[in-house]
């Protein structure tokens, strides 16, 4: 394993060399973070320096135990948080602090931050009115994200009345509505149940933009991502093909994760159903 596997420029701002399978164009870098230093004033040293590059259509996750800094890297890239050090590009474009992206959307942990609208179609159009667009461009945006994500039958309910799942799934459509071009998802099967998660996975799966995904769902992440940082201490540890990092039992214990259950070699049943105990066995 290689912890600078996916550093693949010397310069941060630099286009990346890497033709796509499909395509067989040069892929762009999309996020770049160079020696990025973050502390809470109760927790220094969340984030110590972290460098690396993630180029455009990469879907990468984030792995790590809570509190090592995944959902605050997620807000300094949206520049919710201002770095003490380091550097933040998007695109070639410096990230400065509080100021509006349209090209990043963020998924929060809860959708329940993200659903304020009386209707499903409401919140959807909320992103793309606040874009300038027109009356026209807005109604072909939303109805080209609730087919996208496969929640038309919801476009007229309000969105307190809504499943967990459900939620998830609107809050997600209006990000795709504001056409980013990288996507941060927090914990994003945290509400699903197993039907909402595979349709997620599959829609994840066909997406085009570069997604970066934190999450404790790590078998999710195998079947998602094409690439995978392991967080902890404040850095980096290892970066790397999901499969190859968290096939690696030791380094996912030293770090207070588990071996995707997946990956773990199956010889005999893990778990025999019981069989009755006799009256001696039961005194």
């Known amino acids: 394993m290689n912890q600078s596997l996916n550093s693949l420029s010397s310069s941060p701002l630099s286009a990346v060399s890497l033709p796509t399978p499909a395509q067989g164009r040069v892929r762009q870098v999309a996020i770049a973070l160079q020696d990025l230093t973050f502390s809470y004033p109760?927790?220094?040293?969340?984030?110590?320096?972290?460098?690396?590059?993630?180029?455009?259509?990469?879907?990468?996750?984030?792995?790590?135990?809570?509190?090592?800094?995944?959902?605050?890297?997620?807000?300094?890239?949206?520049?919710?948080?201002?770095?003490?050090?380091?550097?933040?590009?998007l695109f070639d474009r410096l990230v400065e602090p509080h100021q509006f992206r349209p090209e990043l959307g963020f998924l929060f942990q809860d959708p329940e931050d993200q659903l304020f609208s009386p209707a499903v179609r409401?919140?959807?159009?909320?992103?793309?009115?606040?874009?300038?667009?027109?009356?026209?461009?807005?109604?072909?945006?939303?109805?080209?994200?609730?087919?996208?994500?496969?929640?038309?039958?919801?476009?007229?309910?309000?969105?307190?009345?809504?499943?967990?799942?459900?939620?998830?799934?609107?809050?997600i459509a209006g990000l795709m509505a504001m056409c980013p071009r990288i996507l941060l998802y927090d914990e994003p099967t945290a509400s699903l149940d197993l039907r909402t998660r595979r349709r997620l996975i599959q829609f994840l799966q066909k997406s085009d933009e570069t997604l970066l995904l934190a999450s404790h769902d790590l078998e999710f992440l195998l079947e998602v991502c094409d690439r995978v940082l392991l967080i902890d201490e404040g850095r980096i540890i290892a970066d790397g093909h999901p499969f190859e990092v968290m096939d690696n039992q030791a380094l996912m214990e030293k770090h207070g994760l588990e071996k995707p259950h997946s990956l773990v070699p199956h010889v005999e049943m893990h778990h025999r159903r019981a069989g009755p105990r006799s009256e001696a066995e039961m005194l």
């Open 42 to 89: 109760d927790n220094p040293g969340i984030l110590q320096g972290i460098s690396t590059t993630i180029c455009e259509g990469q879907r990468v996750g984030l792995i790590g135990h809570n509190g090592c800094g995944k959902t605050t890297l997620f807000m300094l890239l949206c520049g919710l948080l201002t770095p003490q050090s380091g550097t933040i590009h």
């Open 122 to 171: 409401d919140d959807i159009a909320f992103g793309p009115l606040n874009l300038g667009l027109s009356d026209a461009e807005v109604a072909e945006r939303v109805e080209a994200a609730l087919e996208l994500t496969g929640i038309q039958a919801l476009a007229g309910r309000p969105p307190h009345h809504l499943s967990g799942g459900e939620k998830q799934m609107v809050a």
